[in-house]
């Protein structure tokens, strides 16, 4: 009964408070002076949200050939980042920027806004599996399974945003073709440059992953209790008999083998006792 007798006392405060700011004296309608207050206010907020929608509709094709450039540059970016020993949180948020950017546009634009929480849904369930996965094996490089991760999102969400896009701009059309050569010749003119220059980083080298696999099948095979482990590898594949090396693996036996294709290599046996 307290608590509805201060409601009641706050609701006149508040009338006559509002009375004294928009006037009307005593006989002022508070009712109507307050819907008509937020009819203003949705009307403005409808008025701006479609000049945006307009704005962005008309940049649509500049937006997506930025966009469609902007993959291989930041790809040059994180990799020079590493090289350097610099964090890669500049390229990881930009990457996110742009992800989020691109779908809230999408989103914005779009009249079919269930499909974007749909697509969530779907993608946010892959992800946390995905984690769940990782912790359960252990989490060699997150960093780096977080960046990858990214890209991976990124290309459905892409593909639903860029429907939206060419929904609502024809031109986008075009632009996208623009974006993709204009892509494809940022990536073969880095190729071209690391080659020349030795600088050709191969993405899964270097980084402890081949051992941790091998590990893993090691101790998968000592569970089922195998007396040992045998495997086959070129002869001139000396990255790949250093990874094995290390792993315990030794060469029991030198031979010429014949490949699918006619040709006949040089083959070495590596064999683990476990």
Known sequence: MKNSTNFKKLLRKSRFFAIAVFGGGEKANFGANGISILRTGRCILLNGYRRFQSYVTDKLPLLVLLFCAAQPVLDVLGYWQNEWGISNTFTLLARMLLLGGSVFLGFLLTDRKWIYFVAAGVLGAFTAGHIWACMEVGYLLPVDDLMNEIRVIL????????????????????????????????????????????????????????????????????????????LFTDQDNHRAQQCYIKCGFHVINSFMDEMSNGKRVHRLKMTLAL
Request: charge should be positive; charged fraction near 15%.
């Open 155 to 230: 290309m459905p969400l892409t593909a639903i945003c860029f429907i939206t896009f060419l929904r609502k701009n024809e031109k986008t059309f075009d632009a996208m073709k623009k974006g993709m050569v204009l892509s494809l010749g940022i990536i073969v003119a880095v190729q071209i440059l690391s080659t020349i220059t030795g600088t050709d980083p191969h993405t899964y080298q270097n980084k402890g992953i081949g051992a941790y696999v091998i590990t893993q099948l090691i101790g998968k095979a000592q569970e089922k209790n195998a007396a040992s482990l045998s």
